[in-house]
């Protein structure tokens, strides 16, 4: 007898189930795109323990018929495609009929549903294995679907969850990114007991993006709508400076799906091109609309990617939008500061009104070239102040001369031998790293309470991952808490920031802080608060240092640990031998 047969149909729909079914995340995505598949206009999702537990998704969608009950558990059963010629060309978001019947494999289900055309609901029951139990039930027309225990006798794909809070984030996630695109539907998220979600339907688009991404962002939005070679490109790009350390504000969607591709991702990116620094994202809301024949969703079993055979012209029509969309966008603040100083200048009130509008910031040339050339301090053994430590440089060597401060960002210091060029701000961020990991490692943090504390407001994805690193945030000097649903307030700091603790400041941090807590494993959390909290406390990099500040720096690197490097691993000096530079020069052979 040979050895091959055919897999039972219990073990493959536990493999294709495999496919579709990451964890509750998927879950979420899948009852979602029914809900809207069935023209739902609200849609309501809970979840407990992260989902793990139970998935709850209701919806006032066209409902399923009583005879349809039985069959929409079954593999590839779906109301959505009949032939070949419809494969060509999908408008719903499902079609291959296989998520419901996923779930059923892999949990316990319960769906309540009432067609449209039926008086009376109906209720279906099933667990994995089993056949599922059918009867009368009441319900609005609509449909609600419950997915119970997620791999509860799968121990091998169990351990592969993440725990409630990450899988929780996760669902956050995919609501969030359905609810940014699809602004005409209402959608709820209730997470253990509580809302963290709640839009009405019909909103405006830029209403529940404010309402997503909070409002900080809200003065920064610049709309995009750009058609050309058959695709339409429509949606939101934000303005820099507002940026993120990661991607998960580039929200991307084909015909109002949301989808995740790196390569859209990178042509966001081109279209900024300078306006970013490296390492930072922008945040954006695409959607992108081509001929339905153009698009092959059948490509991923998640449909998570998509491919489109015109995709060298998608990319290149999405750079192309976002750079136009920037380049045409006057900041409104700007402006409107600018109609103001004419309004008064023109009222004759010119003078007092003046000093509101912000000095254009010259770099002083005439006052910068004189430090770089005469009356040079000296840091050794000098007529003027103490010499500076010979420790600070001890492996450097010998004494040397503050040469001066170059790019507001560079630190030249002469010795003997060679030229050794500062990055002030990663020096001062290794400064600053080592003394606030110094005391939290102690235990006495030294904490500065805000004169005024201050409110920052929040999306309810960051709202939900601040709130879980909280301790460890009074561990390294924060006092952060909740403010009502949507806010946060800060009422304390580590010391090494009150200095520096402006308003704008301390929103780019909590901003950073909240990434820190959806990209970190838990056991790097704690460090990786130090390493922003020390950047953000840092020395700025473009702010002008005199003789005595600079001086003030290199002393306090003589008394910290790993000075040669910054928190991230960047150096914070290099050396340039005099001997290099005789080479480079030609003056020697
Ligand atoms: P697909 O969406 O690919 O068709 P699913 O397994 O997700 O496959 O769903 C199977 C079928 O069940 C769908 O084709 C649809 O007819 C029906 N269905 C599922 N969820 C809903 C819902 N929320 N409202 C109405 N019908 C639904
Ligand atoms: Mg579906």
Same mark, same amino acid.
């Given at each position: 007898?040979?050895?091959?047969?055919?897999?039972?149909?219990?073990?493959?729909?536990?493999?294709?189930?495999?496919?579709?079914?990451?964890?509750?995340?998927?879950?979420?995505?899948?009852?979602?795109?029914?809900?809207?598949?069935?023209?739902?206009?609200?849609?309501?999702?809970?979840?407990?323990?992260?989902?793990?537990?139970?998935?709850?998704?209701?919806?006032?969608?066209?409902?399923?018929?009583?005879?349809?009950?039985?069959?929409?558990?079954?593999?590839?059963?779906?109301?959505?495609?009949?032939?070949?010629?419809?494969?060509?060309?999908?408008?719903?978001?499902?079609?291959?009929?296989?998520?419901?019947?996923?779930?059923?494999?892999?949990?316990?289900?319960?769906?309540?549903?009432?067609?449209?055309?039926?008086?009376?609901?109906?209720?279906?029951?099933?667990?994995?294995?089993?056949?599922?139990?059918?009867?009368?039930?009441?319900?609005?027309?609509?449909?609600?679907?419950?997915?119970?225990?997620?791999?509860?006798?799968?121990?091998?794909?169990?351990?592969?969850?993440?725990?409630?809070?990450?899988?929780?984030?996760?669902?956050?996630?995919?609501?969030?990114?359905?609810?940014?695109?699809?602004?005409?539907?209402?959608?709820?998220?209730?997470?253990?007991?509580?809302?963290?979600?709640?839009?009405?339907?019909?909103?405006?688009?830029?209403?529940?993006?404010?309402?997503?991404?909070?409002?900080?962002?809200?003065?920064?939005?610049?709309?995009?709508?750009?058609?050309?070679?058959?695709?339409?490109?429509?949606?939101?790009?934000?303005?820099?400076?507002?940026?993120?350390?990661?991607?998960?504000?580039?929200?991307?969607?084909?015909?109002?799906?949301?989808?995740?591709?790196?390569?859209?991702?990178?042509?966001?990116?081109?279209?900024?091109?300078?306006?970013?620094?490296?390492?930072?994202?922008?945040?954006?809301?695409?959607?992108?609309?081509?001929?339905?024949?153009?698009?092959?969703?059948?490509?991923?079993?998640?449909?998570?990617?998509?491919?489109?055979?015109?995709?060298?012209?998608?990319? &290149?029509?999405? /750079? $192309?939008?976002?750079?136009?969309?920037? %380049?045409?966008?006057? =900041? @409104?603040?700007?402006? *409107?500061?600018? #109609?103001?100083?004419?309004?008064?200048?023109?009222?004759?009130?010119?003078?007092?009104?003046?000093?509101?509008?912000?000095?254009?910031?010259?770099?002083?040339?005439?006052?910068?070239?004189? &430090?770089?050339? /005469? $009356?040079?301090?000296?840091?050794?053994? %000098?007529?003027?102040? =103490? @010499?500076?430590?010979? *420790?600070?440089? #001890?492996?450097?060597?010998?004494?040397?001369?503050?040469?001066?401060?170059?790019?507001?960002?560079?630190?030249?210091?002469?010795?003997?031998?060679?030229?050794?060029?500062?990055?002030?701000?990663?020096?001062? /961020?290794?400064?600053?790293?080592?003394?606030?990991?110094?005391?939290?490692?102690?235990?006495?943090?030294?904490?500065?309470?805000?004169?005024?504390?201050?409110?920052?407001?929040?999306?309810?994805?960051?709202?939900?991952?601040?709130?879980?690193?909280?301790?460890?945030?009074?561990?390294?000097?924060?006092?952060?808490?909740?403010?009502?649903?949507?806010?946060?307030?800060?009422?304390?700091?580590?010391?090494?920031?009150?200095?520096?603790?402006?308003?704008?400041?301390?929103?780019?941090?909590?901003?950073?802080?909240?990434?820190?807590?959806?990209?970190?494993?838990?056991?790097?959390?704690?460090?990786?608060?130090?390493?922003?909290?020390?950047?953000?406390?840092?020395?700025?990099?473009?702010?002008?240092?005199?003789?005595?500040?600079?001086?003030?720096?290199?002393?306090?690197?003589?008394?910290?640990?790993?000075?040669?490097?910054?928190?991230?691993?960047?150096?914070?000096?290099?050396?340039?031998?005099?001997?290099?530079?005789?080479?480079?020069?030609?003056?020697?052979?």
């Amino acid at each position: 007898m040979g050895r091959i047969r055919p897999l039972d149909q219990e073990l493959v729909s536990l493999i294709s189930a495999g496919e579709v079914i990451e964890g509750p995340f998927s879950v979420v995505k899948e009852l979602i795109e029914n809900a809207l598949d069935a023209g739902a206009t609200m849609i309501d999702v809970a979840i407990e323990e992260g989902g793990i537990k139970k998935i709850s998704v209701s919806d006032n969608g066209h409902g399923i018929l009583r005879e349809d009950c039985a069959i929409c558990l079954e593999r590839h059963s779906t109301s959505k495609i009949r032939s070949r010629e419809d494969i060509e060309a999908i408008g719903t978001y499902g079609f291959r009929g296989e998520a419901l019947a996923s779930m059923a494999a892999v949990a316990e289900m319960r769906i309540i549903s009432r067609a449209k055309e039926e008086d009376i609901g109906t209720e279906v029951i099933s667990r994995p294995g089993a056949r599922p139990t059918i009867r009368e039930a009441s319900r609005p027309v609509g449909s609600t679907v419950e997915v119970m225990d997620l791999f509860a006798r799968m121990p091998a794909r169990r351990k592969h969850l993440a725990g409630p809070k990450v899988e929780a984030q996760r669902v956050i996630d995919v609501v969030m990114r359905h609810a940014a695109v699809r602004n005409d539907v209402g959608f709820r998220l209730v997470r253990d007991g509580e809302v963290v979600l709640e839009c009405p339907r019909g909103q405006r688009s830029e209403d529940r993006l404010l309402y997503l991404w909070g409002s900080q962002i809200s003065r920064a939005l610049v709309r995009v709508d750009h058609s050309r070679m058959g695709v339409r490109v429509t949606g939101f790009v934000v303005r820099p400076p507002y940026s993120r350390g990661n991607r998960s504000r580039e929200y991307f969607s084909v015909l109002k799906r949301p989808i995740e591709d790196q390569r859209l991702s990178r042509a966001v990116e081109n279209g900024y091109s300078t306006l970013l620094m490296r390492g930072r994202y922008p945040a954006c809301l695409i959607d992108i609309e081509v001929d339905l024949r153009d698009v092959d969703v059948n490509v991923h079993p998640t449909k998570r990617e998509v491919r489109m055979s015109n995709m060298d012209t998608v990319l &290149r029509v999405v /750079e $192309e939008a976002v750079r136009r969309a920037l %380049s045409q966008d006057r =900041p @409104p603040d700007v402006s *409107a500061d600018l #109609d103001e100083y004419l309004t008064t200048v023109r009222d004759g009130s010119h003078e007092t009104r003046v000093a509101a509008f912000p000095p254009t910031r010259q770099p002083n040339v005439t006052t910068a070239h004189p &430090r770089l050339t /005469e $009356e040079v301090p000296l840091a050794g053994p %000098s007529p003027r102040g =103490p @010499p500076a430590e010979p *420790a600070v440089v #001890d492996e450097l060597g010998g004494t040397f001369r503050i040469v001066g401060q170059i790019h507001n960002l560079y630190i030249l210091l002469e010795f003997e031998d060679a030229l050794v060029i500062i990055d002030q701000h990663a020096a001062h /961020e290794r400064v600053m790293y080592e003394r606030l990991r110094k005391e939290v490692n102690e235990g006495h943090v030294s904490v500065q309470e805000l004169l005024e504390p201050m409110v920052v407001q929040m999306g309810p994805d960051e709202m939900h991952n601040l709130l879980s690193l909280s301790d460890m945030l009074r561990a390294v000097g924060f006092d952060i808490g909740p403010f009502g649903d949507r806010e946060i307030v800060i009422r304390a700091v580590p010391e090494i920031l009150g200095r520096h603790a402006r308003p704008e400041d301390l929103t780019a941090l909590v901003d950073e802080l909240v990434e820190v807590g959806s990209r970190t494993p838990t056991e790097h959390f704690m460090d990786e608060i130090v390493k922003v909290t020390a950047c953000h406390s840092a020395i700025r990099a473009g702010r002008p240092l005199n003789e005595r500040e600079i001086r003030g720096l290199l002393e306090e690197m003589a008394e910290t640990p790993n000075r040669y490097n910054c928190p991230h691993g960047r150096p914070t000096m290099i050396r340039i031998s005099s001997a290099e530079l005789e080479r480079r020069f030609k003056r020697t052979t």
